[in-house]
């Protein structure tokens, strides 16, 4: 069977990827960011995983405002980035890993939940830049599974909801008939919001709750209805919601979880900006 071994979250920012092709890593204002993934790097070095399920939100690349599912995942053999309008450069293609595509897809029908297969597939900013955080010298070393869920439109899914969906695909890949080793990633948050009256909202103590809930007590946010978490966390802090599939999915791989890295800094553009990764225990 295939072995689930850690999951990741990091936030997303297409200022990222600017700031990346520019080589502003040391500027004092990345500087920060950037210092909190190197331990992640070695961790991945040292682990060599095959495959990453990628937990994100499409902003209008794939999906726009008149066809949004709640949840779809991709089964392409191949997933191109492509021009969304915020002026960074393209990243080349992702291999998809589309045996774990049919394998994620099955186990969630079978386990009734309605989603959308995509075996074309365009990837945003939110897909990639983790991948570029992750590996940043060229490609990334591994296949990917895309599994996007909605939090750009209302009515997005619940906590509740999104925690089922992400122990769902954690149980789909510890079942898995394969010998590859699989890490979960979450891309997305933590607090910020973009426009509106509260524009430039964040809210660090909610976040560093949410952080250390991570940890020990995974099902806490699932308290919170999606009104809740735009109100703590701010129209777009609700891809926060990515951070709680993630975790739920390390479930189907063991009772515990080890914090191997952390770090958070605000902010870059209008978020505060997290990062953690976690090892089955
Ligand atoms: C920003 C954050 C996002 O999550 C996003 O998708 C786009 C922009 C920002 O803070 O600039
Ligand atoms: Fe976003």
Redesign the pocket.
């Given at each position: 069977m295939a072995q689930l071994i850690g999951g990741l979250a990091t936030s997303?920012?297409?200022?990222i990827g600017n700031a990346i092709h520019k080589g502003l890593q040391n500027d004092p204002y990345w500087a920060p960011f950037f210092a909190g993934y190197p331990p992640v790097q070695q961790w991945l070095g040292a682990q060599k995983p095959d495959v990453v399920v990628m937990f994100y939100n499409d902003?209008g690349l794939n999906f726009f405002l008149d066809k949004m599912p709640t949840f779809a995942v991709g089964a392409a053999a191949q997933y191109n980035n492509a021009d969304e309008g915020w002026g960074i450069p393209t990243l080349p293609p992702f291999k998809g890993e589309v045996d774990l595509s049919w394998q994620i897809i099955n186990t969630l029908v079978g386990k009734d939940f309605d989603i959308v297969t995509c075996q074309d597939m365009l990837v945003d900013?939110?897909c990639t830049l983790p991948l570029k955080l992750f590996w940043p010298e060229g490609e990334a070393p591994v296949t990917i599974v895309p599994v996007n869920i909605n939090t750009v439109q209302f009515p997005l899914p619940s906590a509740k909801r999104v925690y089922a969906l992400g122990k769902a695909v954690g149980e789909a890949i510890a079942a898995w008939d394969s010998s590859k080793k699989v890490v979960v990633c979450a891309s997305?948050g933590l607090s910020?919001q973009?426009d509106g009256e509260r524009a430039g909202f964040i809210n660090k103590a909610f976040d560093l709750q949410f952080m250390d809930s991570l940890v020990s007590n995974p099902e806490w946010a699932t308290q919170f209805s999606t009104l809740d978490l735009v109100e703590k966390t701010g129209t777009?802090g609700v891809?926060l919601l990515m951070w709680l599939a993630m975790r739920a999915a390390l479930t189907a791989a063991g009772p515990s979880v080890k914090e191997v890295h952390r770090n958070y800094h605000i902010p870059?553009?209008?978020?505060a900006t997290g990062l953690m990764a976690f090892e089955v225990a």
């Open positions: 997303h920012i297409p200022a902003h900013h939110a997305g910020h973009l777009q891809e870059i553009s209008n978020t």
